[in-house]
């Protein structure tokens, strides 16, 4: 995609978390911090406030997290959410959901923007599954700090202070990883990218100019 696709894209996945707020009927619900619950396929979940993290239940692995204002439906069998942070959302039946997009053109953009968020999956999932450790770690804390993603505060020193919830623990359920391996590597990654990891908070320090 170009900048102009991209913003595009952008505009309209916001286009439809508006159009389903106000005009699907969503049941608002609460999924309390460390609270694993499954969802049903034929259903769209759209996150108000906090952060969801979608796992295996075969090993405890996380393979996608869904910020505010972002949506998710769990496609794949044998698979839960969990709150990482106590979290509100919305839940919709996927056939309300099609019958209030086609209206306003935007059920195609769902179903590609549900197709694009599995392409992702399979390729992060590539990249843990043939990639070191040290490499695997690198390649989380990247996407973390990317502005884009909004899972990093700003801070008016420009550091970035990662969220609460992120350490080794999570860390090694998102590259695949033991914590035993990540606990060996994290100092080292962590040094190469200035990032502090031995508070409670983890943070990004950047590096001021001479």
Not at 23 to 41: F, V
Not at 49 to 57: E, K, M, R, W
Not at 141 to 153: A, H, I, N, P
Request: contains cysteine.
């Amino acid at each position: 995609m170009n900048l102009f696709e991209i913003q595009q894209w952008i505009e309209q996945d916001q286009l439809l978390s508006f159009h389903l707020k106000r005009k699907a009927k969503g049941t608002r619900k609460c999924l309390e911090k460390g609270r694993k619950i499954q969802i049903s396929p034929e259903k769209l979940v759209l996150v108000e406030t906090g952060v969801l993290a979608s796992c295996y239940q075969k090993r405890d692995l996380i393979y996608a997290l869904t910020l505010p204002h972002d949506y998710l439906r769990m496609s794949q069998s044998g698979t839960y959410i969990e709150a990482l942070q106590t979290t509100y959302y919305l839940e919709y039946d996927l056939n309300d959901v099609e019958e209030t997009l086609k209206q306003d053109s935007l059920f195609t953009h769902l179903l590609l923007s549900l197709l694009y968020k599995e392409e992702q999956i399979r390729d992060h999932h590539l990249f843990y599954a043939t990639h070191s450790v040290e490499e695997k770690i690198q390649y989380t804390f990247s996407l973390f700090l990317q502005k884009e993603v909004r899972l990093v505060e700003p801070l008016e020193t420009g550091d970035m202070v990662f969220p609460r919830w992120f350490n080794l623990t999570l860390l090694a359920r998102l590259i695949n990883a033991s914590s035993v391996s990540v606990s060996k590597m994290l100092p080292s990654v962590a040094q190469q990218m200035n990032i502090t990891t031995n508070t409670k908070t983890w943070r990004w320090k950047r590096i001021q100019d001479k």
